[in-house]
């Protein structure tokens, strides 16, 4: 359990780097109000998928960090 993390982290980045070569076609990406050029199918779809983790990340901040009180009202009766 020690290494679990790094050992995902390696497999995570050895899965981009594969699936960013396996798709090298270059395609262009239109957008609302700019045209992009020049960028792969696999690199396109890597950012996606972490612009989508980054924005669910940020959705959920506020979930993640709030103080639990339930939690808090049970140790206090707890102790009179």
Known sequence: ???FYFILL???ITFLFI???INPDII???L???????????????????IGAI???????PRLLRRNT??????????P
């Open 32 to 50: 609302f109000f700019m045209k992009i050029e020049g960028i792969s199918v696999g690199f396109s779809m890597i950012f996606a998928v972490l």
């Open 19 to 21: 699936f960013s070569n």
């Open 55 to 61: 924005i669910s990340l940020i959705l959920q901040l």
């Open 70 to 79: 339930k939690a808090l009202n049970v140790k206090e009766d707890e102790n």
């Open 28 to 30: 262009t990406l239109d």
């Open 1 to 3: 359990m020690k290494y």
């Open 10 to 12: 390696i497999l995570l």
